[in-house]
């Protein structure tokens, strides 16, 4: 192999010559980056984008203007990064019009940095303190999600200057199976939720018999609160690109796709110009950087469905049929897409690939657990300060990640429980707090590493709801093949249902627990094993949730619609003002004859308008629980 | 829903198109059925019955399929879509609310358009802007931190920009019509 391997390296290394000269030219004058991802987006990025590039124009500044992805602040979007020859590179986060103007006036124009709008400079300076000076910055520690929202994802030089596809050519300049060892002794285990180490799967796929042979990436990120998986293909699509040619070396296919959510249009849309690129370099393509391996990619759409993250529906829905999950074994390394040995890893999956080969099992080994190596990214959201992705050691205790990394509970509120792992992972109260995370940890504590959401819930959220929810979730996209799975959902949810509604019974609470060792001993696939770990782990943890609904019919959270009432406290209540009655959008809130206001109870439809637009100014709106009957208080 | 005039030929034409441009292998039938619906924002029965003979699978098949998953839609999509996100953030802080303000004031349920064909009101889950829930996407556009009153302001705005389209038309048509006696 080796001269094979020269030639490889040779390639690679014109390659990145280039590539850093492309780049070089971008230090010596000024840039500003922006980061429009989808949240990026939600927020007002393309607004922001827009008056950079006006301003820039309007004042003849010369300063180049490149859209890069998520850095993963979502708290902070959007966000943007300005460099100036002279000066470090600046981050500044929830930039608007008014401040992009500033930037550009203030900062490209003359030489103030505005340094009242920036949150952090990307580099060591003597004017502004770096990412790495907050607890953020110290306890994380970035493999995968590293030049996310840093490099423009549709321009393969910055990938290429900053190493990228050196992991890729390496790989080609060893023998497939010396892969697949590096990646056994890494210890990788699959992020897509199971993990599964990755390298026993790529050997088990290696040695089955076949001349065709295919790998996927799952894309598919079903969880309802994740997004890792769609920031890593919007913000650094080569890299996944990269672990997936190696995957594809390792095993022996000549063909891969990435199964994405068609609800990702900006994810594919950046996947396909980075493709395309890949193509155009011959990174992929026939004859890979002059080895001779061959390897392309096709772009599958998912439809919308769950299931399809499971691997057997996915290779069915990839054939042009319902994704309905299959038995296992046969498992798919040994035949799967169209009867070929298959071997299907998720995004981070293939991303931590580009950066195990490139530099080597001991070095990713010496992060996170002996059990789990590696980092562990997470998409934080819910009622924490820090909301977004982010990246840490595996091991690090949760406690860390809420306070330390994510700065805490948002409003001064008490922390209540997290959801980890989406509809098949569990709610952890705070006395879980100190556990640390990996696969093993979480999966004793009825919990799963799942694919990376992570929802934090304090004192307003309600435990029998969030079970509420996520079994309604699994039971509308169970595909109904298990009957256990189609029907044991269903009533589960119909009793979780009556329970939020007060209308529960105390039996209900075991005949939940029964129903779900049933739906976890009858279904076939992880969809319906893991769908009553929601509700498993609210009941051991907060059975007095459960109880209060059922014997009180009370929600301690003060969130369940019927069993509370919106009512107005005559002591906080002024006279003098009147905005709840502009906020009703039903005329139910009105003024007394005392010119104090109150609500009828009957016209109410619990919108929480009034409340929130009376808690700046007197929090005279409040929630009851148990509710009060309608006609009971109606002393207008 | 009824056909409109002429749709039926359109509906042909582009299903037709995206048959050509896809093959007819069964691998691309779900390509095929997300091109059609891309070229005519749904699946009209008629379209389905024509992808199942160029695909040679039977029509229940398709009609398997396209109830399947979650993104094919089986009736015309308003002029304006609105999907409300239910993911477990904006869930958690009252996209059920903001779901049931839409229903109440368009008078549809999820799922449904309303019958002049101008709205249809859909749910997704999460957007990836968790951080600024409970969060719409109203067109192309997402809405952050919506408010039950934010759901009036946004129907109203439209409703706003369909008289206003209504009164150029108005005005044009008056225009042209002094123009003719005019001239
Ligand atoms: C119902 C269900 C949904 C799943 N959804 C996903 C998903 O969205 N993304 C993903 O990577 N894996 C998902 N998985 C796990 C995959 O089946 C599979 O284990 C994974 O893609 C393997 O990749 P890995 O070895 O890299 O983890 C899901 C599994 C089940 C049972
Ligand atoms: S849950 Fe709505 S954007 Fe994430």
Known sequence: ?636 | MELMEGELEKITAEVEQVIKDQGTERERLIPILQGVQEKLGYLPKEAMKKVAEAVEVSEVEIYEIATFYNQFRLNPPGKHQIKVCMGTACHMTGGNIIMESFERRLDIKEGETTPDREFSLERVACVGCCALAPVVVVDENVEAKVRPTRVDGILLGFDMEKKAAEKEMQKAASEQKTQEEEG
């Open chain 1, 1 to 636: 192999m080796s001269v094979l391997g020269t030639d490889t390296q040779k390639t690679y290394q014109e390659l990145k010559d280039q590539a850093v000269q492309a780049v070089e030219g971008l230090n010596t004058k000024s840039y500003v980056l922006v980061g429009t991802a989808t949240c990026g987006r939600a927020a007002g990025a393309l607004n922001v984008l827009e008056t950079f590039r006006s301003e820039i124009g309007k004042h003849n500044v010369d300063a180049e203007i490149i859209e890069v992805g998520c850095m993963g602040h979502c708290y902070a979007e959007p966000m943007v990064i300005v460099y100036k020859p002279g000066f470090p590179k600046i981050c500044y986060g929830s930039v608007d019009e008014g401040i992009a103007t500033r930037l550009v006036t203030d900062f490209l124009v003359n030489d103030d940095p505005c340094f009242d709008f920036a949150m952090a400079a990307l580099e060591p300076n003597d004017f502004f303190p770096t990412f790495e000076d907050f607890p953020r910055g110290v306890y994380e520690q970035k493999v995968v999600l590293s030049d996310c929202g840093l490099i423009a994802p549709d321009d393969i030089e910055q990938y290429i200057a900053r190493d990228g596809y050196g992991g890729l050519a390496k790989a080609l300049s060893k023998e497939p199976e010396r892969v697949i060892t590096e990646v056994k002794d890494s210890n990788l285990r699959g992020r897509g939720g199971a993990g599964f180490p990755t390298g026993v799967k790529w050997e088990i796929c290696r040695n089955a018999e076949g001349d065709t042979k295919y790998v996927i990436c799952n894309a598919d990120e079903g969880d309802p609160g994740a997004f890792i998986d769609r920031a890593l293909l919007e913000s650094n699509p080569h890299q996944l690109i990269e672990g997936l040619a190696i995957a594809a070396y390792a095993i022996g296919a000549s063909q891969g796709y990435i199964y994405v959510r068609a609800e990702y249009p900006l994810a594919i849309e950046r996947l396909k110009t980075a493709i395309g690129q890949a193509r155009e370099k011959g990174i992929i393509g026939n004859s890979v950087m002059g080895s001779n391996f061959s390897f392309d990619i096709k772009i599958f759409q998912g439809s919308g469905a769950f299931v399809c993250g499971e691997e057997t529906a996915l290779i069915a829905s990839i054939e042009g049929n319902a994704g309905i999950p299959n038995h296992r074994p046969p498992f798919p390394a040994v035949s799967g897409l169209h009867g070929k040995p298959t071997i299907i890893n998720n995004v981070k999956t293939l991303s931590y690939i580009t950066h195990i080969i490139r530099n080597g099992a001991e070095w990713f080994k010496s992060i996170g657990t002996p059990g789990t190596p590696g980092t562990a990214v997470f998409a934080l959201a819910g009622k924490v300060v820090g909301t977004g992705l982010v990246e840490v050691p595996m091991g690090t205790t949760i406690r860390t990640l809420i306070y330390d990394v994510a700065d805490g509970i948002k409003n001064e509120k008490n922390f209540k429980a997290v959801q980890i792992g989406g509809p098949s992972g569990g709610c952890l109260p705070e006395s879980s707090l100190d556990l640390p995370i990996d696969f093993d940890s979480l999966q004793q504590a009825g919990a799963m590493m799942g694919s990376g959401g992570l929802v934090v819930l304090d004192e307003e959220d309600c435990m029998v709801e969030i079970a509420r929810f996520f079994l309604e979730f699994t039971q509308n996209e169970s595909c109904g093949k298990c009957t256990f799975c189609r029907l044991g959902t269903k009533q589960m949810l119909d009793i979780l249902t009556d329970i939020t509604k007060g209308k529960g019974k105390l039996e209900d609470i075991d005949l939940l627990l029964e129903l779900a060792v049933d739906i976890k001993a009858g279904s076939l696939c992880a969809l319906g094993k893991t769908a009553p770990n929601p509700v498993l782990t609210t009941i051991r943890f907060f059975r007095d949730e459960y109880e209060a609904h059922i014997t009180e019919g009370r929600c301690p959270a003060l969130m369940c619609k019927e069993l509370i009432t919106y009512v107005i406290d005559e002591k906080k209540c002024s006279k003098l003002c009147d905005a709840c009655i502009g906020s009703c959008p039903v005329e139910a809130v009105y003024t007394r004859s005392d010119m104090l206001k109150d609500i009828y109870l009957d016209k109410c439809v619990k919108c929480d308008n009034c409340l929130v637009t009376c808690l700046p100014l007197y929090q005279a709106v409040i929630k009851v629980s148990p509710p009060i009957e309608a006609g009971g208080n109606q002393n207008g």
